[in-house]
């Protein structure tokens, strides 16, 4: 089915160890965005790039890093793992403009020990 | 910067009342505004949108919203709840900056309908 995928749904990371949330998109859009959900505070914007090759910080870039070297993909770093960041984590895409919704991957909860 | 304001954190309701859930935006210009609902343990999917024209924006499953621009305000409602809208409710804006557009959300209602 067309869509966001992200990989993993679920992990476990122990403070001070890093890992890669992959984000892979079918729909050939151009903006791809990295939101964390946290409980009582909603979605906040972590990294977002508006094609391959550009990507700027969102609201609450501390702590990770992305790439885009393909229009499809749109992975989320996190060098060194802080309980503060276990949180469950979406990836969206958008074709671009402000006439659009987003579409949501079904997101990945990580928890940092 | 481009905020959203959603007033009630957690909404209960029995099946067939009445449902508004509260919106509010800062900005006074332009705005792109939508709702989202995430069903439990399911990713967030498109309620409804505004961008321009009429006021009353009819969405999903029986949803509608209005703008208010004279109160910066974009209200859920719906007429009669079902157990299925048991859900989380959040309230976006388009916020422009740095010449390119981005969701900004509320944090969130979340809704639990009883039978």
């Known amino acids: 089915n067309a869509g966001v995928t992200q990989t993993p749904k679920f992990r476990i990371l122990k403070i001070g160890q890093s890992m890669t949330l992959q984000c892979a998109q079918d729909?050939?859009?151009?903006?791809m965005y990295w939101y964390r959900q946290d409980p009582g505070m909603g979605l906040k914007l972590i990294y977002y790039s508006v094609g391959a090759g550009i990507t700027d910080k969102g609201e609450v870039p501390n702590g990770y890093n992305v790439s885009r070297s393909t229009t499809e993909d749109f992975p989320l770093r996190l060098e060194l793992a802080a309980p503060s960041q276990t949180s469950v984590y979406f990836c969206?895409?958008?074709?671009?403009?402000?006439?659009?919704?987003?579409?949501f991957g079904s997101g990945t909860r990580l928890t940092v020990v | 910067a481009q905020s959203v304001s959603q007033h009630n954190h957690h909404v209960i309701l029995s099946e067939a009342a009445s449902l508004e859930l509260g919106c509010n935006y800062s900005y006074g210009g332009t705005v792109n505004l939508f709702w989202y609902v995430q069903y439990p343990g399911q990713h967030l999917q498109l309620l409804l949108k505004y961008f321009s024209g009429d006021p009353l924006v009819k969405g999903i499953k029986g949803f509608e919203a209005e703008f208010i621009k004279s109160k910066f305000s974009f209200n859920l409602r719906k007429p009669s709840v079902q157990w299925s809208d048991t859900a989380e409710y959040f309230c976006a804006v388009i916020s422009f900056s740095g010449g390119y557009n981005k969701l900004i959300f509320g944090a969130g209602t979340r809704l639990a309908v009883h039978p």
């Open positions: 729909m050939n859009h151009n903006y």
């Open positions: 969206a895409s958008s074709p671009g403009g402000t006439a659009y919704g987003y579409t």
